[in-house]
Antibody
């Protein structure tokens, strides 16, 4: 069974930075695109960022473009999300999700999700 | 603002059939398949329907999906109390070159 374990969430002041990690196991990590999806309190789901299996192709939502950077280390089976210049409206539970194939388009079909990590941005 | 449009709420009595709509455009649903997720409070989303009308193994056949033009629908028949959840549609958008969700529909079983 696929396992995805997020970590790195926490409390940070506006303007601060955090790096989220997602440790993956029980599948060939480099063969699958991965994504970060967030959910603000009481709100819907938002695809934040995604990356292809090779790490060459990435995408970002307009709300985080230029502030967040997605990356992966296929030798460590780990996905990352570097979050800079954090804002109050970045407060959310952040999930990592495994796509169904190598290309970023396959993240739409994500059969496996982590349990989420909470990021709270407040002064 | 969500790329795809869903009604914020839906409801039905036990045993009834309910449908949830998802409206998009020619750059997303019009040319790509639709995925549906279900989310219970405090838990991660769960894949419910993929490729517009395919059920992953383990999903009861009470759940079905369809797509026509730039719209899609999720139908749940034989409604049960445990079906109370939030339901999200999703599709890749070729113009934005990224995926998008609908705003989500909260289903209440009366």
């Amino acid at each position: 069974e696929v396992q995805l374990l997020e970590s790195g969430g926490g409390f940070v002041q506006p303007g601060g930075s955090l790096r989220l990690s997602c440790a993956a196991s029980r599948f060939t990590f480099s063969s699958y695109a991965m994504s970060w999806v967030r959910q603000a309190p009481g709100k819907g789901l938002e695809w934040v960022s995604g990356i292809s299996g090779s790490g060459i192709t990435t995408y970002y939502s307009d709300s985080v473009e230029g502030r967040f950077t997605i990356s992966r280390d296929n030798s460590k089976n780990t996905l990352y999300l570097q979050m800079n210049s954090l804002r109050v409206d970045d407060t959310a539970v952040y999930y990592c999700a495994k796509g169904s194939g190598h290309n970023t388009v396959t993240v739409v079909l994500s059969p496996d999700w982590g349990q989420g990590t909470l990021v709270s941005v407040s002064s | 603002q969500s790329v795809l449009t869903q009604p914020p709420s839906a409801s039905g009595a036990p045993g009834q059939r309910v449908t949830i709509s998802c409206s998009g455009s020619s750059s997303n649903i019009g040319i790509n398949t639709v995925t549906w997720y279900r989310q219970l409070p405090g838990t991660a989303p769960k894949l419910l329907i993929h490729s517009s009308n395919q059920r992953p193994s383990g999903v009861p056949d009470r759940f079905s999906g369809s797509k026509s033009g730039t719209s899609a629908s999720l139908a749940i028949s034989g409604l049960q109390s445990e079906d109370e959840a939030d339901y999200y549609c999703a599709a890749w958008d070729d113009s934005l070159n990224r995926p998008g969700f609908g705003g989500g529909t909260q289903l209440t079983v009366l």
